[in-house]
């Protein structure tokens, strides 16, 4: 079975200053790994993806995130928070070896503060 | 760029009515998928349907859920008798083969009263 964890529901930072999510995974397959984003009153688009490949992948926004197998670990991170950053991430892991539906974390609330 | 749509966007409804919710996945795409987060809490998986039958259902997904692909376009999700915990943001989602990122409409706010 799979499943994600998200360390911290809220994280609190200074525009312009590093954004880190934490995501933590456990699989039993080779995971595939997604971070989504949520704005208020809106759905969840898709900032980025790992499937395979280069373990560094870049999303929009100036997003990026880092797969590490031996830690298992797939951290948001962006070097400067702009104020319109401010939203729920929400990590997931898809159950690809199966129907592919996403096993989401818990979420994170990203505040930014000017 | 092609996107999933839904509609309504909030319905009330009082409790043991049924609700259609209804969703335009995007038009190439194979399979389908309704999730539902309940506020302030994680989005959680419903139902996968792929070929024109249910895939994967979860615990949530009891006898008064039914999903359909009526045509070539349309998804809906009824509940057939709705309770207050059923009240929630429900969220359709449609991929391709490959690759396996889902595509998520703007969700649907249902109230139960």
Partial sequence: ?114 | EPEVTQTPSHQVTQMGQEVILRCVPISNHLYFYWYRQILGQKVEFLVSFYNNEISEKSEIFDDQFSVERPDGSNFTLKIRSTKLEDSAMYFCASRDHEPYEQYFGPGTRLTVT
């Avoid at chain 1, 790994?33 to 790992?50: D, H, T």
């Avoid at chain 1, 898809?94 to 974390?105: A, E, R, V």
Wanted: hydrophobic residues 35%.
């Fill in chain 1, 1 to 114: 079975a799979q499943s994600v964890t998200q360390l911290g529901s809220h994280v609190s930072v200074s525009e312009g200053a590093l954004v880190l999510l934490r995501c933590n995974y456990s699989s039993s397959v080779p995971p595939y790994l997604f971070w989504y984003v949520q704005y208020p009153n809106q759905g969840l688009q898709l900032l980025l993806k790992y499937t395979t490949g280069a373990t560094l992948v870049k999303g929009i926004n100036g997003f990026e995130a880092e797969f590490k197998k031996s830690e298992t670990s797939f951290h948001l991170t962006k070097p400067s928070a702009h104020m319109s950053d401010a939203a729920e991430y929400f990590c997931a892991v898809s159950d690809w070896g199966n129907t592919g539906k996403l096993i989401f974390g818990q979420g994170t609330t990203l505040q930014v503060k000017p």
